[in-house]
């Protein structure tokens, strides 16, 4: 018999998307930072805020597999 704890789903699901959200702030902070440097690069900020678009995906489809459906 295993004694040592598991997490569920949800709580796997609830991790990452703390995760996912501390990413996407920092990418926040990284593109405002470069932003006001005023030598930012515009390849990188462009990479930058595509993978913040994606971390916002990520982080939307996690949502919604957490908040049940509610029919009103």
Known sequence: ???SPRMNETDVLRVK?????REHRD???AI???Q???????LTLKRLKKQ????????ASIED????DIIA
């Open 1 to 3: 018999m295993n004694s």
């Open 17 to 21: 998307l703390e995760v996912l959200r």
């Open 27 to 29: 990418l926040d902070d």
């Open 32 to 34: 405002m930072a470069l």
């Open 36 to 42: 006001e440097r005023g030598t930012s690069d515009m």
């Open 52 to 59: 913040k678009l994606t971390l916002k995906d990520k982080i």
């Open 65 to 68: 597999r957490l908040t049940p």
